[in-house]
């Protein structure tokens, strides 16, 4: 059973400092996924890569997928309340399924 | 477009009794997944289907059956429920392996 591993998993920070989360694996993933999550929903996604190295942006959060895909970091720069919730990495390894991290919940304080 | 609906939204069941989660997507969607979220523990796979008729075994299957008779539909049973079955379940879909995978918006389950 592969797992990934989420850290920290709570963090609370001021509005506009920057803050970065990071999800590790000991296994090669073939693709990862970042999901966010607010209370009472379900998770929904924010970004896929697929090739190691890769980076991505999404306004205020960058996304990098390390070079053995075996790691990712989602990066948040002048972090805002909308900011809060739970985010989720979500790792694909070939197949049908995927298996998500433990999660990191994160509160922006106003 | 309703996208993954789930139903019901919330029960109180006692123990050993059963109940039937019905989840439904209007996507056309190839794939159905069944997770249970518990505090600390993530997303955890229970069941899933790669199309009309089949079912696989995910992390955590024991003490739930699924059933997927019709494209649109996967069911998730407890014949028998526990008190460790207490969870939030989720049910999600998507095209194939490679497309997003979209989620309901919960069922909240609470077994005395």
């Known amino acids: 059973t592969q797992l990934l591993e989420q850290s920290p998993q709570f963090l609370s920070i001021q509005e506009g400092e920057n803050l970065t989360v990071y999800c590790n694996s000991s296994?090669?993933?073939?693709?990862l996924q970042w999901y966010r999550q607010e209370p009472g929903e379900g998770p929904v996604l924010l970004v896929t890569v697929v090739t190691g190295g890769e980076v991505k942006k999404l306004k205020r959060l960058t996304f990098q997928f390390g070079d053995a895909r075996k790691d990712s970091s989602l990066h948040i720069t002048a972090a805002q309340p909308g900011d809060t919730g739970l985010y989720l990495c979500a790792g694909n390894f070939g197949n049908e399924k995927l298996t998500f991290g433990t999660g990191t919940r994160l509160t922006i304080i106003p | 477009n309703a996208g993954v609906t789930q139903t019901p939204k919330f029960r109180v069941l006692k123990t050993g009794q059963s109940m039937t989660l019905l989840c439904a997507q209007d996507m056309n969607h190839e794939y159905m997944y069944w997770y249970r979220q518990d505090p600390g523990m993530g997303l955890r796979l229970i069941h899933y289907s790669v199309g009309e008729g089949t079912t696989a075994k995910g992390e955590v299957p024991d003490g739930y059956n699924v059933s997927r008779l019709k494209k649109q539909n996967f069911l998730l049973g407890l014949e028998s429920a526990a008190p460790s079955q207490t969870s939030v379940y989720f049910c999600?879909?998507?095209?194939?392996?490679?497309?997003?995978?979209?989620f309901g918006p919960g069922t909240r389950l609470l077994v005395l």
């Open positions: 296994s090669v993933f073939s693709s």
């Open positions: 999600a879909s998507r095209a194939d392996r490679r497309e997003t995978q979209y």
